[in-house]
Antibody, heavy 120, light 110 residues
Framework: QVQLQESGPGLVKPSQTLSLTCTVS??????????WSWIRQPAGKGLEWIGR??????NYNPSLKSRVTISVDTSKNQFSLKVSSVTAADTAVYYC?????????????WGQGTLVTVSS | QTVVTQEPSFSVSPGGTVTLTCGLS?????????PTWYQQTPGQAPRTLIY???TRSSGVPDRFSGSILENKAALTITGAQADDESDYYC??????????FGGGTKLTVL
């Protein structure tokens, strides 16, 4: 059974960089055929796809692309998210999720989510 | 940037049928957008109901179905139950590996 778990600071100061890690268990992140995504949800609001990484590349939400980097550490079976120059608008629950080639919109496994608050 | 549109709220009577839609601010949704539907209850991660327009995810009751209706993706719930009261989100592929979620529909069963 694949499991994903987000980790990282719950509080980030404005203008700093938000950094989160997603640890994958029950499967290898370096196996082909999967996409590893970050998705966020401000309190009381909708879901926003941030971006994804896969064996041959990455894709980002155009509205966030200039501030976001997603990377992978295959030795630790983890992938990570960095969002630079954060503001209060980046306060949200951040989820990591997996999808599969051929059903790339089907995020079939999710982490439990981690709340990140941007505040001084 | 194209916005993915959903009804903000909808209500259905127990046992009734409801169709939620997922459209675009510019253009039409087709199967090429691979629309996927999620159900989310408070405090939980979303759960996939339908992917690739009309494929039901494992374990999802067959009273949930997906289709394309009048240039929008549609999620139909037949025989609504009390525990269907949730938020429903669609996500579509906008090309170049970019996925965009709709704003979500809050479904009330009463």
């Amino acid at each position: 059974q694949v499991q994903l778990q987000e980790s990282g600071p719950g509080l980030v100061k404005p203008s700093q960089t938000l950094s989160l890690t997603c640890t994958v268990s029950g499967g290898s992140i370096s196996s082909g055929g999967y996409y590893w995504s970050w998705i966020r949800q401000p309190a009381g609001k909708g879901l926003e796809w941030i971006g994804r990484i896969y064996t041959s590349g990455s894709n980002y939400n155009p509205s966030l692309k200039s501030r976001v980097t997603i990377s992978v550490d295959t030795s630790k079976n983890q992938f990570s998210l960095k969002v630079s120059s954060v503001t209060a608008a980046d306060t949200a629950v951040y989820y990591c999720a997996r999808s599969v080639t051929g059903a790339a919109g089907n995020f079939d496994y999710w982490g439990q989510g981690t709340l990140v608050t941007v505040s001084s | 940037q194209t916005v993915v549109t959903q009804e903000p709220s909808f209500s259905v009577s127990p046992g009734g049928t409801v169709t939620l839609t997922c459209g675009l601010s510019s253009g039409s949704v087709s199967t090429r957008y691979y629309p996927t539907w999620y159900q989310q209850t408070p405090g939980q991660a979303p759960r996939t109901l339908i992917y690739n327009t009309n494929t039901r995810s494992s374990g999802v009751p067959d009273r949930f179905s997906g289709s394309i209706l009048e240039n929008k993706a549609a999620l139909t719930i037949t025989g609504a139950q009390a525990d269907d009261e949730s938020d429903y989100y669609c996500v579509v592929h906008m090309g170049n590996g970019i996925w965009v979620f709709g704003g979500g529909t809050k479904l009330t069963v009463l």
